[in-house]
């Protein structure tokens, strides 16, 4: 079963009509991007609290899709939903890191997951003017954090 087949199944069955679901698949060197497009009343159910539900749903689809795609990574965004949260933790990113350096102090970000302290790793590496600063990650588990700080 092929992923757009796998999605659509699944909105069926959370009575999404086909006329009312909108599916892009676009391949990159790292994986599978999908992007879900649903009525805005229907998204909570692929979303979820937080997430958690669209998290899962990604989760799912690597395990049933491990085997054809091995190695490969899956991103599921309902909406834009992944793509606005991303957007909202780099500019929380960059304030925390304009922050430390006009204060000269280290900035903690808590609370992230691997991949998005992957994206604030990246995004502050890749902007010239926060040249003078690294992050790093530390601790483990719940508590695992990530540090603005000066180099």
């Avoid at 808590?110 to 995004?123: F, I, K, P, Q, W």
């Amino acid at each position: 079963m092929k992923i757009k087949e796998y999605l659509k199944k699944m909105a069926l069955f959370l009575g999404i009509e086909e006329d009312q679901f909108d599916l892009k698949v676009e391949e990159n060197s790292n994986g599978f991007k999908v992007k879900i497009y649903i009525p805005d009343d229907k998204a909570s159910l692929f979303i979820g609290n937080g997430g958690q539900t669209l998290y899962s749903i990604q989760h799912m689809m690597s395990i049933v899709f491990r085997k054809e795609y091995e190695g490969v990574r899956i991103v599921l965004d309902v909406n834009d939903y992944r793509l606005r949260k991303e957007e909202k933790l780099v500019v929380k990113a960059f304030l925390a890191a304009e922050k430390a350096l006009t204060t000269n102090k280290e900035q903690v970000l808590r609370g992230l997951n691997s991949y998005e302290r992957y994206l604030v790793h990246t995004a502050i590496a890749e902007k010239e003017k926060f040249e003078d600063l690294m992050t790093e990650s530390y601790d483990e588990g719940q508590e695992r954090c990530l540090a603005i700080k000066f180099k």
